[in-house]
C-alpha cells in the first residue's frame, strides 16, 4: 500500500488535497525501507535452509522474468513520469 503508485495513496492525496507527487516521494522511502527490512529478516533464515537455490518446476530465468514483467516494472516511472511532467494532472476547481 505503501509504494507507489498505490491506489490507497491516490485516494488520500484525492480526499485531503495532498500533492500526489509529494506523496509518491515520500513512499518510495518508506517502500524501500520496507524491501530492506524484509530481506534482512528472512535472509538469514533462507540462507541456511537453502531456500530459492534449487531449480523448480515452472520457475522462470531472470532474463524470462524480467521480459515478462517489464510493464509492471515500468510502471512507477511511467506514472511518476506522467505526474511530474505534467503530462497527467488535476483539473482547476
Do not use: K
Not at 75 to 83: C, E, L, Q, S
Request: glycine share 14%; charged share 10%; proline share 8%.
Amino acid at each position: 500500500m505503501i509504494i507507489p503508485p498505490s491506489i490507497p495513496m491516490n485516494l488520500f492525496a484525492l480526499s485531503t488535497d495532498t500533492s500526489v507527487g509529494d506523496l509518491f516521494v515520500a513512499g518510495i522511502g518508506a517502500g524501500l525501507s520496507i524491501g530492506v527490512a524484509l530481506v534482512i529478516c528472512v535472509w538469514p533464515y533462507a540462507r541456511p535452509h537453502g531456500l530459492g537455490l534449487q531449480v523448480g518446476v515452472g520457475r522462470l530465468s531472470v532474463g524470462t522474468a524480467l521480459r515478462e514483467s517489464c510493464m509492471a516494472v515500468l510502471m512507477p516511472v511511467i506514472t511518476a513520469g506522467g505526474i511530474y511532467g505534467v503530462i497527467v494532472r488535476r483539473p482547476e476547481a
